[in-house]
């Protein structure tokens, strides 16, 4: 039997059966998802290699229960990784919103490391700017805001305490989330629970329920979960993945080219250096550091690709 994988935590996950409907249609042309009979899982040995948003195939245990036997193709996947381990965030999503604000400031670093391993993914990415009716708050991070538009990325702007939700529904953020599975991201305060709770007004509830069912504890925000948008104000198939709150989001996985080529304002630079496998440090005739020290490249953005390079050395 098929089944998607709703929250994880750890070897155990929560599990959603798959209609036949589903169960014959290609992964790149899937229908709207229908609620089925979900179920506690578990893996067979010591395999951890799943994630939310996972479709498997399970084998059912009595009324409530199943282990997992197999993993579907994925059509994509986003993780972090660090020296030691990876860290599978979401599957099978359709685009990314990262919610970010400007009290307490937000992590430029980490914010710019999200969009490269989106860009890697090939997954598309929207910054969610909330709290914006902070207006000195916001204000301080403007320019920046203004930078990264300019280099493509899409804003919307949110209050996700203040705004009422059929603002939300039937203005930008409705459409954008309507008819998509969206993974939400962010680094701790951001106020990203807030986002889904006014989104999904049970969210709480169900996170209680798999977070006892997962023993996980009264750590509710240490799993992904998946939650269906409610009807009618969304289509069916229209859903959201919360994901844990982060201070750090490496990239090892990742080779040094790989990063080069998703960092937009490098694209007719890179490949004309003097050396063809130029880091972009001390190297002579190199047209990355021409262009940052011309201001054509932003000098922050610059740091953060010493950064990330000096990551990738390290874990050699």
Not at 11 to 21: D, G, I, K, N, P
Not at 67 to 80: C, D, T, Y
Not at 92 to 116: H, K, M, T, W
């Amino acid at each position: 039997m098929r089944a998607e994988i709703l929250a994880s935590h750890g070897r155990q996950y929560w599990v959603r059966e798959l209609s036949s409907a589903v169960d014959s249609a290609p992964l790149d042309d899937m229908p709207a998802v229908q609620p089925g009979k979900q179920r506690l899982a578990v893996t067979r040995g010591r395999r951890q290699d799943y994630c939310v948003g996972d479709q498997v195939e399970i084998e059912t245990i009595g009324s409530d229960q199943a282990v997992i036997n197999g993993l579907e193709s994925r059509r994509n996947l986003l993780k972090r990784s660090d020296a030691f381990r990876q860290k599978l965030i979401a599957a099978n999503i359709d685009q990314i919103g990262y919610v970010l604000a400007g009290e307490p400031p937000f992590s430029e670093p980490l914010a710019a490391r999200v969009l490269v391993a989106a860009s890697i993914a090939s997954i598309p990415i929207t910054w969610l700017v909330n709290k914006s009716d902070r207006v000195a708050a916001l204000a301080c991070i403007e320019p920046r805001l203004k930078l990264y538009r300019s280099l493509g990325v899409h804003t919307i702007y949110l209050s996700a305490r203040d705004d009422e939700p059929e603002t939300w529904l039937e203005g930008t953020l409705g459409s954008w989330l309507n008819e998509k599975t969206t993974l939400l991201m962010g680094q701790s305060g951001m106020g990203k629970s807030t986002l889904i709770n006014r989104l999904v007004p049970d969210a709480d509830l169900k996170t209680q329920q798999w977070s006892q069912a997962l023993n996980s504890g009264k750590h509710t925000t240490s799993f992904s979960k998946c939650f269906d948008l409610p009807q009618p104000n969304f289509s069916p198939g229209s859903r959201i993945i919360d994901s844990p709150g982060f201070q750090q989001f490496g990239l090892t996985h990742c080779s040094r080219s790989e990063i080069e080529n998703s960092l937009p304002e490098w694209a007719d630079r890179a490949g004309q250096c003097r050396y063809h496998n130029c880091k972009h440090l001390q190297e002579p005739g190199c047209m990355i550091r021409a262009a940052t020290d011309e201001c054509m490249i932003d000098a922050y953005r610059y740091t953060i690709w010493q950064d990330l390079v000096s990551e990738q050395d390290r874990s050699a």
